[in-house]
């Protein structure tokens, strides 16, 4: 569990760098969310989780563009966040949220009535 300081940090990188995404150049037609940042303890490394919609878009591209990046959002970053030392930043892609929606998606199939789910009628035993 990282320290109270070391979550602070990383919540206001993921901030800066969502701004920065907000507002730079276009990521082929994507959707481009920074879902969460985790930082090492001595805070000199920070890996930013990003999730790419829709599910068709060029992921390899944006993550290519956005590694490209790092050293440009680095320094926006550290305009933006009065830190000793800007960590380096790595950029992952997180599907948490394609892998939750397809986990949904086999439980509803799952579950889903293939018949009526009318109860037997008095008198009936349903077998």
Same mark, same amino acid.
């Given at each position: 569990m990282p320290s109270i300081r070391v979550q602070k940090v990383a919540?206001?990188?993921?901030?800066?760098?969502?701004?920065?995404?907000?507002?730079s150049a276009d990521f082929h037609g994507a959707l481009v969310t920074v879902?969460?940042?985790?930082?090492?303890p001595d805070?000199?490394?920070?890996?930013?989780?990003?999730s790419i919609?829709? #599910?068709? !878009?060029? +992921?390899? =591209?944006? @993550?290519?563009?956005?590694?490209?990046?790092?050293?440009r959002i680095r320094r926006e970053v550290g305009r933006?966040?009065?830190?000793?030392?800007?960590?380096?930043?790595e950029f992952h892609l997180d599907t948490t949220? #394609?892998? !939750?929606? +397809?986990? =949904?998606? @086999?439980?509803?199939?799952?579950?889903a009535p293939e018949g009526p789910t009318e109860p037997?009628?008095?008198g009936e035993d349903g077998g």
């Amino acid at each position: 569990m990282p320290s109270i300081r070391v979550q602070k940090v990383a919540d206001l990188i993921r901030d800066e760098i969502a701004r920065w995404i907000t507002a730079s150049a276009d990521f082929h037609g994507a959707l481009v969310t920074v879902t969460f940042v985790s930082l090492t303890p001595d805070m000199r490394m920070a890996r930013v989780h990003v999730s790419i919609f829709p #599910e068709g !878009a060029p +992921r390899a =591209e944006v @993550l290519d563009a956005l590694t490209k990046s790092a050293g440009r959002i680095r320094r926006e970053v550290g305009r933006g966040v009065r830190l000793r030392r800007v960590p380096e930043i790595e950029f992952h892609l997180d599907t948490t949220a #394609e892998k !939750a929606e +397809r986990i =949904e998606r @086999l439980i509803r199939e799952g579950r889903a009535p293939e018949g009526p789910t009318e109860p037997p009628a008095d008198g009936e035993d349903g077998g």
